[in-house]
């Protein structure tokens, strides 16, 4: 499931009015760094009681957050987060939880890292794309 695979369903989701879960704009743009790059992945990968963002070879799952709703430390440290941002944080560590459980390594893509100008997908990941 691949950049392709997004631009149809959003087009088909468009011109019959059915909804279904829209892929965030983050996403969209790190599915498509990974077509660039030639990274073998799938979208919306189901594992147990959640659905990651991304699926990798070597069974590496990438999560995308944003700023705000994941509340990225290098911005709220100290800070008060709100009910959902905390909500969502404990969320972030079950999902880590269940996905190491199951023999996956988690990847967390911030916002800040992908929409900053000149950063790699080796820096987005933290290591060379697979």
Partial sequence: MGWAWHKRTVAAQ????VTGRFHNQLEARLA???EEA????RWQFPLGPYVYDFLLPDRVLVEVHGTYWHADPRAYEGKTLTPNQRRNCLRDVDKKLSAAERGYRLKVVWEADLTRRGATLADLLGQEPG
């Fill in 14 to 17: 468009g011109a019959t009015g």
């Fill in 32 to 34: 498509k760094r990974f």
């Fill in 38 to 41: 030639g990274v073998d992945y």
